[in-house]
């Protein structure tokens, strides 16, 4: 056998070596955890379950909260993507940050915003004199849209920047007026982008219990219940059979996604579409993301200023008492545990979804896709439907009861979107490089840490940021894991707010808003520092 052949050889047996052990590690932390959950569920369960008069309500308030929660939500990001993108309106950065906020904070403290507005005690309650309740149907509804919409802007917002402008020029020339533009050329480029936002967002929002779970008042849905069956009740086999039925419009949208997947518009731009013009466009487009911003902004700011109040709506006199309960309560410790945690399911999370990324985009083969299945997986699972099935397959097990189950759970957890961000930047890297390193004598790994890893630099930082961000404010997968292991911060939301102790619960909201806000302040000023220096 020639010195190629044999070359070549090895480079294959390694190869498959590297993607045996990626599946290895997807059979283990996602696989074997889901099949032994849905293998828990018994007839008997499932009889429970059915025949619950709890569950025919639950299951039509989760259907109907979030498809009207899901329409709401994407026409508010569709609105707001164009205004931003095509109105011409100033600070689109600073539209942009604002309209992503609530992405920094657990899904519970929408609805503790929203009740410290508008609840029996809330500030525009008190200040109206109103008689409405916002427990309910429409409070479930409120508070799923302030916690979907900054991802379905996001994705909204991010295919538009990559439209070609040609169609636009030539219907210009054409006279074709600006509703039938819309109607005949945005709408169409945009519809499988809808589409794949409609399925993720209502996923997001029929699996979610923060929400129902603080402001559903009697209204329950079937995230809550499946919450209160395993975790309040501790009945594993009846929440089994709730996990599975959650799993379905997940696994149907990650079906779909991946059977017609988005193309990639940006490889077909030769230039961008040009803002609109017309001063009407630019003064609704002004009002509307005012009014957005107001909308987002309002329930963070209300508990802000209860973190401070004596007595929230009340006694508004300034005092920090509040903190230091808090913080005598475990607040302090508790939340430097959250940062260790989400520090390790960072780095943890980035080195892993680099090496996988790195194994499925640079050494190609027929394992390969299996791989990348696996991998984009895990969007498919529920949080709430992980942290049981890790419950059920790690309880008797070394990791049980320790921090490494809180790490591996929330790196399988957010492990789809930093994956495939890192997957998109190494494809678009040149595919000679490995080869030519080859032909050179320098050995794979020194080209990657020297030559791809600088490459591909910010890509790492956003992955790193993305998984500490959603660690610190995640509340679903890690509230059957803690206890025995020390509890994140954000489980103190919901405890706080089940006492009453409303300004204790605000203040830990705030306090995870503050520590994302600086982990995602530092990241954009690097970026900014980059691209001053040329290296975007």
Known sequence: MSDTATAKRVRFERKTIIHVIFLVFFALSVLAPLFTMLFHMTGEGMRSVFSSPLFLPALKNSVLTALTATVISELLALAAAYAVERSGVRATSLWSVIFVIPMLIPSISHAFGIISLFGNNGFI????????????????????????????FMMISGILRYEDSMQYKAARVLGIPFWRRMTAITFPFLRKTLITTFFAVFTMIVTDYGVPLAIGGKAGTLSTLMYNTAVANVNYDNGSVIGA?????????????????????????????????????????????????????????????????????????????????????????????????????????????????????????????????????????????????????????????????????????????????????????????????????????????????????????????????????????????????PKSVALMINQFESQLLMESAAFVSLLILAVNVIVKGMLIIYRRIRSRRGDE
């Open 245 to 485: 039925i959650l799993l379905v419009p997940a696994v149907i949208a990650f079906v779909a996604d991946v059977a017609f997947p988005e193309k990639n518009q940006s490889g077909f731009v030769t230039e961008g579409v040009e803002t609109n013009s017309k001063h009407w466009v630019k003064a609704i487009s002004y009002a509307f993301c005012v009014l957005v911003s107001v909308f987002v902004l309002l329930p963070i700011l209300a508990f802000c200023f209860m973190s401070f109040a004596a007595k929230y709506p009340v006694d508004m006199t300034f005092t920090f008492s509040h903190i230091t309960d808090t913080i005598s309560r475990g607040a302090g410790e508790l939340l430097l545990y959250s940062l260790l945690y989400s520090f390790l399911v960072a780095l943890f999370g980035t080195v892993i979804a680099f090496l996988c990324a790195y194994a499925t985009a640079r050494l190609r083969g027929k394992i390969s896709r299996f791989v990348h299945l696996f991998a984009i997986m895990s969007m498919a699972i529920p949080g709430i439907v992980l942290g049981l099935s890790y419950l059920l397959f790690f309880n008797k097990s070394f990791l049980y009861g320790t921090i490494f189950i809180v790490v591996l759970v929330n790196t399988i957890h957010f492990f789809s979107s930093p994956y495939l961000m890192m997957y998109n930047s190494l494809s678009k890297v040149n595919e000679s490089l490995e080869d030519v390193g080859a032909s050179l004598g320098i050995s794979r790994w020194k080209l990657v840490l020297s030559v791809i890893v600088p490459k591909v630099l910010y890509t790492l930082l956003e992955m790193f940021v993305y998984f500490f961000v959603n660690s610190m404010m995640t509340i679903s997968a890690i509230s059957f894991l803690a206890p025995p292991a």
């Open 125 to 152: 309650t008190k200040l109206f004199h109103s008689n409405g309740s916002i427990y309910g149907f429409w409070g479930i509804v409120l508070g799923s849209v302030m916690y979907s919409f900054p991802v379905a």
